[in-house]
């Protein structure tokens, strides 16, 4: 029985056919590397979802997990001593071309306060002796609108990482939502 993304009796979820729920990786499909703890200071290293050539994507959210040291020096990025000189850059563009919307244009994420800036939803948990866990949730709709990405266009979504993050422990984005099928 398919409950169609919700939760069916006993709380086990099972998604929709339909459902988008893929890491933002180095290939766009989620087989590429996800973990974004990488050195971008010399070629900025770009993390991104696209869809299919037939396909159409409707995001819905961004959900971004890290573990490092410090989350809570509102001054840096986590335990990295100092803000990012860059600063982690989230956009929509077509496939190595223009860009559509840049949702950092005025602000590129440079301290770990600045995700409450872009996501509203900034929760800090304090675990282990260099175990501390940044949740960032980004409901798209709830500042914006849903991001829909066209494959026929060559539409993506890019995090964008130009600074040295290998400090990090991790850091993983997923994004949730649906697809739907382009006529052909």
Same mark, same amino acid.
């Given at each position: 029985?398919?409950?169609?993304?919700?939760?069916?009796?006993?709380?086990?979820?099972?998604?929709?056919?339909?459902?988008?729920?893929?890491?933002?990786?180095?290939?766009?499909?989620?087989? @590429?590397?996800? %973990?974004? #703890? !990488?050195? $971008?200071?010399?070629?900025?290293? /770009?993390?991104?979802?696209?869809?299919?050539? =037939?396909?159409?994507?409707?995001?819905?959210?961004?959900?971004?997990?890290?573990?490092?040291?410090?989350?809570?020096?509102?001054?840096?990025?986590?335990?990295?001593?100092?803000?990012?000189?860059?600063?982690?850059?989230?956009?929509?563009?077509?496939?190595?071309?223009?860009?559509?919307?840049?949702?950092?244009?005025?602000?590129?994420?440079?301290?770990?306060?600045?995700?409450?800036?872009?996501? @509203?939803?900034? %929760?800090? #948990? !304090?675990? $282990?002796?260099?175990?501390?866990? /940044?949740?960032?949730?980004?409901?798209?709709? =709830?500042?914006?609108?849903?991001?829909?990405?066209?494959?026929?266009?060559?539409?993506?979504?890019?995090?964008?990482?130009?600074?040295?993050?290998?400090?990090?422990?991790?850091?993983?984005?997923?994004?949730?939502?649906?697809?739907?099928?382009?006529?052909?």
């Amino acid at each position: 029985m398919m409950f169609g993304g919700g939760n069916p009796p006993g709380g086990i979820i099972v998604p929709a056919e339909d459902a988008v729920y893929q890491p933002l990786s180095t290939d766009g499909a989620g087989g @590429g590397t996800i %973990s974004q #703890n !990488v050195n $971008g200071s010399s070629t900025p290293v /770009l993390f991104y979802i696209q869809p299919g050539a =037939l396909e159409r994507y409707i995001l819905k959210r961004m959900n971004l997990h890290a573990i490092d040291g410090n989350w809570n020096n509102a001054s840096q990025y986590g335990a990295l001593g100092t803000a990012l000189a860059n600063g982690i850059q989230i956009y929509k563009e077509i496939n190595g071309g223009a860009v559509i919307k840049d949702y950092t244009e005025f602000m590129p994420i440079k301290r770990t306060h600045d995700w409450a800036l872009l996501a @509203g939803v900034d %929760s800090v #948990n !304090v675990g $282990g002796a260099g175990e501390d866990a /940044l949740i960032v949730r980004w409901t798209f709709n =709830l500042g914006y609108s849903d991001i829909e990405l066209d494959g026929s266009k060559n539409e993506r979504l890019v995090l964008e990482v130009p600074d040295n993050l290998t400090g990090l422990t991790d850091q993983i984005a997923f994004i949730q939502g649906f697809k739907k099928e382009i006529a052909a």
